[in-house]
């Protein structure tokens, strides 16, 4: 029953060095969305995708970089992290619905410190 | 970036106590969400609104989609400690052509006093 898996739960990087952090989910849903959450802000969204293969934009996209070459994987990348890029980060996965909004289903989340 | 407004932001009450929080937006949506976040884990969903007028409950918790389309309020009755968390609404945003995109409230935290 795992749902939606985010790996690694923690990690602390230095200014500069990159990472990939991985969304798995086992629901077959199509669309997936990687968030950054910041005290009193809510939930950002940086890239989403609608389908294996395809990925987009989100309001606050860069210095991330995301791919979905399997339709249960979505990665998020940050090519050289800066202090800015500290939050934590969740993924998130929705199937498509048949004249309805879908609700997203979320991971636990990755804390990413950058110092 | 657009999002909703959640009121209160944060809110302590004692066990037993009702509680009343609502989120607010400028434009018309067709789908509320109601989620709750615990501390170190995911948003969880609660409830989900369809139909303007729409109340739907959740155990103690109930929902509604307000008439006017711009607003979503949600109740918790009875409260007890594990209530404790931040809530948060959401929705798909009116300001994309695709239903793609969801935005979502600043969060109302709660606390429960046992």
């Known amino acids: 029953n795992a749902g939606v898996t985010q790996t690694p739960k923690f990690r602390v990087l230095k200014t500069g060095q990159s990472m990939t952090l991985l969304c798995a989910q086992d629901m077959n849903h199509e669309y997936m969305y990687w968030y950054r959450q910041d005290p009193g802000m809510g939930l950002r969204l940086i890239h989403y995708s609608v389908g294996e293969g395809t990925t987009a934009k989100g309001e606050v996209p860069d210095g991330y970089n995301v791919s979905r070459l399997k339709k249960q994987n979505f990665l998020l990348g940050l090519e050289s992290a800066a202090p800015s890029q500290t939050s934590v980060y969740f993924c998130?996965?929705?199937?498509?619905?048949?004249?309805?909004?879908?609700?997203?289903?979320f991971g636990d989340g990755t804390r990413l410190s950058i110092l | 970036g657009q999002q909703l407004n959640q009121s209160p932001q944060s809110m302590f009450i004692q066990e037993g106590e009702d509680v009343s929080m609502n989120c607010t937006s400028s434009?018309?949506?067709?789908?509320w969400l109601w989620y709750k976040q615990d501390p170190g884990e995911g948003p969880v969903l609660l409830i989900a609104?369809?139909?303007?007028?729409e109340l739907t409950s959740n155990g103690r918790l109930t929902a509604q989609f307000g008439i006017t389309r711009k607003d979503s309020f949600l109740n918790i009755s009875a409260s007890i400690p594990s209530d404790v968390g931040i809530y948060f609404c959401?929705?798909?945003?009116?300001?994309?052509?695709?239903?793609?995109?969801?935005?979502f409230g600043t969060g109302t935290r709660l606390k429960v006093l046992a």
């Open positions: 609104l369809y139909k303007a007028g």
């Open positions: 434009s018309i949506f067709n789908t």
């Open positions: 959401a929705g798909p945003s009116p300001f994309t052509s695709g239903t793609y995109k969801y935005i």
């Open positions: 998130a996965s929705r199937p498509t619905g048949k004249g309805s909004n879908q609700p997203q289903h």
